[in-house]
């Protein structure tokens, strides 16, 4: 028996329900809530089904709770349900094989006619074989955004926090009017035209040759990702990752290494800048960036414990090191003595050089090494300082693995040094050598010894 022969009543002030058999009209098992309406005919017959207009739906009363579905009769599939905070109109079919529900939007936003035209279209695309929830699907992949798939990138890698610190940064400063673009949208002309715009002179006095480059390569794997991550019928939506365009042309600004130091000239003078500084914690951030090689945020991020005051030794830990293996430097006399000084200074903060709230280490600030530089006349980056910890190292003619391991440098190339297992302690000579060198370069001792005279 067909799902139209049912009758149905109405009792005042009560709601009738009734499931219904498998309707080959509607395709599928539904709920049909019939309601006595004021000002509206009582509905005997399931074949009378109302037609969704205006007065009928003013008429409804919402649920106290669950949801209530009215299909329309003049249209099978466009229906309308109720719950007790809305009143949506709603599209039921079979797609394939599989019945799919698509609300169309809410009865306040759309007129009984005009969502009887979105209907149909939507009847019409099921009725062809498309599934509108695998279209919009697609849709939303094919539209993926440069945000997006920055965001998705970094959730799913395992990634160093100053590797995302350079994403978070570098992509919104160098590609932000990107950002909401589709990936599909970019294209080679556009990649080809902003990595050379983006070779201009930096606040450093760079040519920004290697900014623009690492750009480049970040947009390149966040390509390559998206390629690899989104695909529509088993096909990636980027077929060719338009940064391949600057090899192609051989675009790509040739790597200039920086062979910045401090000379040896210069180091009393920038030593005596240093000490004229009015923050002792900043005296001896630099101080230790000298005298140890680290990179800044390795020396800025330091926590007490890292610090064994016991075997006087410095662990950097794996997760701050670039190369991802812990690094550990024997402390010389003057690092000893200084960082112990610190710790007997300490506050609450768990940081060797805390920031100012306490709470978080240091950030180093430009306008400070802007002023070191220029009571020394000598102008310089922080990674600077650990050139010329390696520069001074080499010449005091260490020996060249023992470099490297100061320098905790991996090696992945080396065979031979891969085989080598060289004890912390086997660095603390070095160490104390390289230490007195820079002192003496310094006129570090005879520095101090006129202020202790003053």
Known sequence: MLARDFLFTSKPGNAHQTTLSKDKNFSEVSTYCLRDFAGYPKIEKAGNMPKLTKLFISSIKPPEKGQIFFRDSSLIGLG???TPSSCCYIVEARVNGVLRRITLGKESQLTPTAA???AQKLLAQMAAGKDPTIEKAKKKIRGATLQEVLDHFLSVRILKPNTVRTYRQMVPRCLGDWLDLPVTAITREM????HMSLRKTTQQGTTGEAQANTVMHILGTLLN?????YEIDGKPILLVNPVKRLSNNRRWYPHRRRQSIIPDHKLSAWYAAVMELRHQKVKDYLMLLLLTGLRRNEGATLRWEDIDFRSKVLRVRAELAKNGNEHRLPLSDYLYEMLHRRYLERGDSEYVFPGQSGKHHMVDSDHVIEGVAAKAD???????LRRTFLTVAERLALPYVVLKKLANHSGRNDTTFGYLVIDVERLREPMQIITNEFLKLCN??????CDFDE
């Open 191 to 194: 990649v080809e035209q902003r």
């Open 225 to 229: 990702f998206a390629a690899a991550n």
């Open 378 to 384: 000598c102008p310089f980056m922080l990674h600077d």
């Open 444 to 449: 570090a001792n005879k520095q101090n010894q």
């Open 80 to 82: 309308l349900r109720v």
């Open 116 to 118: 009887r035209k979105k």
